[in-house]
């Protein structure tokens, strides 16, 4: 069998592009082993150089690059920028529950991210109770003048054996002719039927009689002790006060100790019951030095003073009774109003708790009471509230005027507000500590007759 001749392959032409030279190709025919000879005058030469750069070559290539690349990238920036805010602007997806890692947050801080709000706080909130009285304010703040003052000077009898009011009242007309005593006249209360004239004709003449006596030597003498004995007073206090402290200490941590220490024979009931009433006795002991301290506070103070608010509710916070304090019935009643603080004035418009009849309106000057120590406790915090909520809003309302002017002097007027502004500062520590006080006083009246 004949062989026949092989036929040649036919030529195949690759080009090959180098990424690393741009625009640059070689042409290249591989080897035809069989046909070597016979084609190699038809083998075209690539006219370039073999696919191998020199160490220059490279240096400048890639000299070149950095500087196509950072020209890519100043044209890039303002897109990429872009594209980062709207990434930030889309909303934060849920955590699945087979989610491990949760996404991360951009640093990137943009217009459309959320600002904390400050924290509002809110106003405490005593029950405010009204109270149906049927004296005027002026007979009532009458009453009480005349009593605050017997309680510093001693009580005075007015009514001896045998003697009615209408004899009282005929004797002091008398009086007011010779003497020229503060008297008022008492003609008209004269006028009517003796059995009809009451202990409250005489209230007038006593307070007038109150004026003339403030104005005597003797008098005069025993407020200029208050300084002196207020001192005392309160020398006194504190002592008893560091006195209980170290009582309780003695009991309080030979107790802590057995807590902590345990054992088989440590019973945690029998332990808690044993605590809570050293415990009741200790704050019981507190309340009745507080009581003591209040008492003989207001007993050497020069005049009985009633406390205003910065919008204009008096407060009438009475000094306490030596007597034994009245059932709690009686007191929650307001029956008694040395025993409840009394507020003349308008309701809050903040006010959120209130006890009131449906017959009167809200916004009517009236009484109100606080006869509980918590309430006046929450009614001492929201005097404190609201002065310091005036407070911020002055000091706000100041500094946009002192940046509003450039002047670094004050105006009378502004040293004025400012004066004012202390004053009332002072006024809102003064209301706020003694309700405070008088929080103690009902709880010595709690325990006293027991809650």
Known sequence: MATSNPQPRPNRTFYIDVPVIKGISSTFRPKNTQNADQNASKVKVASLQPLQTSKSVNQLINRKRGRDDDEKNAKDAPQKRRQLQQVEKKPIQKLKADTAVPPKASNVITKDAPV???IVKKAPQPLWTRVGVDFTRQEVEDRIMLREFTLRFNSCKVRGRG?????????LQQLRHKTGLNIPNLVNDLKVEPHTINADALIPVMLGLIDDLLQTRAVRSELDKFKTEMADVRKGYYAAVKEEKERWAGIRVPMME?????????DAEKWKKKFEAAKAKHDANEHAIKFDYVKNQAAIAPRYTPLVDKEGRTYYIHTPSTRKPPAKSSRDEFMKWTWFVAVWGKLPEDAKRIDIPSD?????????????????????????????????TERAASSKNSSDDDSSELTEEEEDGDEDGDARVADSKRLVAALLDFADVLRYADDTLGK
């Open 258 to 266: 057995e807590k902590k220490k345990g054992g088989p024979s440590y």
């Open 360 to 392: 009167v309106k809200k916004d009517e000057e009236g009484w109100w009471g606080f006869g509980e120590a918590a309430e006046c406790e929450l009614l001492a915090k929201w005097i404190q509230f609201k002065a310091e909520e005036a407070e911020e």
């Open 163 to 171: 003697m009615s009011f209408y004899d009282i009242l005929c004797h």
């Open 116 to 118: 904390k709000k400050p």
